[in-house]
């Protein structure tokens, strides 16, 4: 007869590891989604707890394991999901090869912030949550953003040549960044109207002209 199999004893004051992740109800999970990235984004995440998540969302806490198995997961999953919407928005924006390289930059730029900006709780998490990610989660998100960044530059540069690739690099940063710092906070403008200003705003600095150097007497 096999003795049976020794029984593991466990601290009662460890918490219980979470049930693996299971598909729940799509509408559910969307809530539970929209409701994290708010707090993540307005509380930060260490200061978020699975219970503030369920609140938000009016579900229980531990009903989130229902679809995500942690609260890193969930916010890995937010991060990737809003680098996909905009490597997708990206892609449809430079998909006619035909187009002139103005319609391209301008294609590129009218993409990028809109995706941003109607994805802002998801790019938020990215800008202020990014460091908290695993060097397997991390990694490739940085590589999309080098990628990202190498695109604006080849397109400015197409449009512009008398730029240097310092003074691209320059404008695409300050551009990329600019739009990236609507994320951070509420604003109480209309969406559709705060895509169009900042459109026109980050147009003008990537065709901003080149300063001349001030000469000292």
């Not at 029984?7 to 918490?15: G, H, L, N, Q």
Request: glycine share 6%.
């Amino acid at each position: 007869m096999t003795p049976p199999t020794p029984r593991t004893e466990r601290r009662s004051d460890a918490p219980a590891a979470p049930a693996p992740a299971r598909r729940g109800r799509p509408s559910r999970r969307a809530d539970i989604f929209a409701a994290a990235l708010r707090l993540f984004r307005e509380r930060g995440f260490h200061a978020t707890s699975i219970n503030d998540i369920g609140a938000e969302a009016g579900v229980a806490g531990t009903a989130i394991y229902s679809h995500f198995a942690t609260k890193q997961e969930l916010l890995e999953e937010a991060i990737r999901e809003g680098a996909g919407r905009i490597a997708t928005g990206l892609r449809e924006a430079l998909a006619d090869e035909a187009q002139s390289p103005k319609d391209a930059l301008e294609n590129v730029v009218r993409a990028y912030v809109r995706v941003v900006l109607e994805n802002a709780d998801m790019n938020a998490c990215y800008v202020l949550e990014s460091r908290t990610l695993d060097a397997g989660v991390g990694e490739p998100l940085r590589r999309k953003e080098r990628a990202l960044r190498e695109t604006w530059r080849h397109r400015l540069l197409a449009e512009r040549p008398e730029l240097t690739p310092a003074e691209a690099q320059l404008r695409v940063q300050m551009a990329i960044f600019s739009v990236v710092a609507l994320c951070l906070h509420r604003n109480r403008m209309e969406r559709t109207a705060l895509i169009e200003q900042a459109t026109s705003f980050v147009l003008g600095a990537l065709y901003s002209p080149v300063p001349t150097p001030h000469s000292h007497s």
